[in-house]
């Protein structure tokens, strides 16, 4: 008896590891719980947090809006540069917005 109470105090400490991650509280609980609180621990620590995942959605968000607009040139009556549009992409790249392959692929999407 007092070894499934001690499981279940560690399985609710990983609940409460697990409560900002991907399966929240009650879904790391219930992995703790029924498979091992190890288990659930390795599992709950590498998934991502909700943070993590609201950033990376940001990013690209603003990505693709960027390559939309740089693909459609909505200005106005007066097209953009290839040197501004590089500059643009250039810029993207060092703030971190694109990777290096992303901005070498929309680089070359550019010159052809």
């Known amino acids: 008896m007092e070894f499934?109470?001690?499981w279940a105090v560690v399985?609710?400490?990983v609940g409460m590891i697990g409560s900002?991650?991907?399966y929240g509280f009650w879904?790391?609980?219930?992995?703790s719980f029924f498979l091992s609180p190890l288990i659930?621990?390795?599992?709950?620590?590498?998934t991502?947090?909700?943070?993590?995942v609201l950033h990376k959605t940001e990013l690209e968000t603003k990505q693709l809006e960027v390559?939309?607009?740089i693909s459609k040139n909505t200005a106005t009556d007066v097209k953009p540069t290839l040197t501004d549009e590089l500059n643009k992409l250039a810029e993207l790249r060092n703030t971190g917005y694109l990777t290096d392959t992303e901005f070498e692929a929309a680089?070359?999407?550019l010159l052809k």
């Open 107 to 109: 680089k070359a999407k």
């Open 27 to 31: 879904g790391s609980f219930a992995l």
């Open 48 to 52: 991502k947090t909700e943070a993590e």
């Open 40 to 46: 659930g621990i390795l599992i709950i620590l590498f």
């Open 11 to 13: 399985s609710i400490f």
């Open 20 to 22: 900002d991650r991907k």
């Open 67 to 69: 390559l939309d607009s």
């Open 4 to 6: 499934l109470a001690g």
